[in-house]
């Protein structure tokens, strides 16, 4: 399925500590794969083999020896986080806009595959930031908040992962 329908999404899967049996099963499911799907699953049966794969930085303390002391906290809900959701008239201006936007940059990529050959993609590169930057705009008016936006970890469409790593 991920072959078929997200080609070379996948970066690397690793399989940490698989029972016995799952390499029985891993050879022969290994030859019916493309071979460089199979090159993506990467097997590890202590941690030693996993810090070759993923850095100790990268990897908690309590599990696998890593070195990151982060510890998992649910942060609930607070009231009326989510009001922006019950702004029916403002979701649907934001809704005309993104098609609006969705409709330009449909006719710029049309547009610029038709005269790929010699030509920049600037229009095209400005409307694909301009749906960037509505859809973080339309965001609160269609999705609930989630764990990591109220972790400060996602806010205004950035990501920002932190490590509190730990000598060893």
């Not at 290994?30 to 699953?41: G, I, M």
């Not at 330009?104 to 229009?123: H, L, Q, V």
Request: proline share 5%; net charge negative.
């Amino acid at each position: 399925c991920f072959e078929s329908y997200y080609p070379e999404t996948l970066g690397v899967c690793v399989v940490h500590r698989a029972p016995f049996v799952f390499w029985g099963l891993w050879k022969l499911i290994q030859p019916l794969l493309d071979p460089v799907v199979a090159t993506k699953f990467v097997f590890t049966r202590n941690n030693e083999e996993l810090h070759k794969v993923i850095p100790r930085e990268r990897l908690p303390i309590t599990h696998y020896d890593g070195l990151d002391d982060w510890k998992y906290e649910y942060v609930p809900a607070t009231a009326g986080e989510n009001a922006a959701m019950e702004d029916v008239a403002k979701k649907e201006e934001l809704q005309k806009e993104r098609h609006g936007l969705e409709t330009k940059f449909d006719a710029a990529t049309r547009e610029w595959i038709k005269n790929m050959i010699g030509k920049n993609s600037s229009e095209h590169d400005e409307i694909a930031q301009e749906l960037r930057e509505q859809y973080t705009r339309m965001t609160p008016y269609v999705r609930a908040k989630n764990l990591y936006q109220r972790w400060g970890v996602v806010h205004d469409g950035q990501v920002t992962w932190t490590y509190n790593v730990k000598s060893k």
